[in-house]
């Protein structure tokens, strides 16, 4: 039971920490993919191009795709020319079901549509809702990683 508490613990705190990447207060805001990718320690260049859902609002919330790309990096096949792995296939799919679970109708939403009912993008509204979004995705991810075999990885925050 207490390893199972440790793990609970561990997931919360990577929770918090995108939470708190994103959110901007404790330290200096990151982008939604920029801030999942720093939350499990992976290079954070590439999640530049998931900010506010490929830059122009119109592709899929970059959390979301932050979230895949994770599992796909942790989780995938090292040899490029490799064949997808099991433990990906079943890691995407669950990670897919918990995030339409958790998320209903947003799972696939672009990120105009998401934050559509805010009429300006840096409002602190919003930021506090894509911030949910954010530690959300990281739960999501974390509890998959887990379930999957994958250590996860301390969730120390930066330097501001």
Partial sequence: MKSEDAVRER???????????YEGKLVAHRSCGIA????????????????RGGLSGEGACGAVQAGRLILGELLGDPDPTGAATEALRQAMAHYDAEIARRMPGAERATCNALVGGFPVFEAEERVLFCAGI?????????????RFGVKLPEATLPER
């Fill in 134 to 146: 954010e530690a959300l995705v990281a739960e999501v991810v974390a509890e998959t990683l887990h």
């Fill in 36 to 51: 999942l990718a720093a939350t499990f320690l992976l290079p954070t260049k590439p999640y530049q191009a998931l900010r």
């Fill in 11 to 21: 997931i919360e705190a990577l929770r918090d920490k995108a939470r708190v990447l």
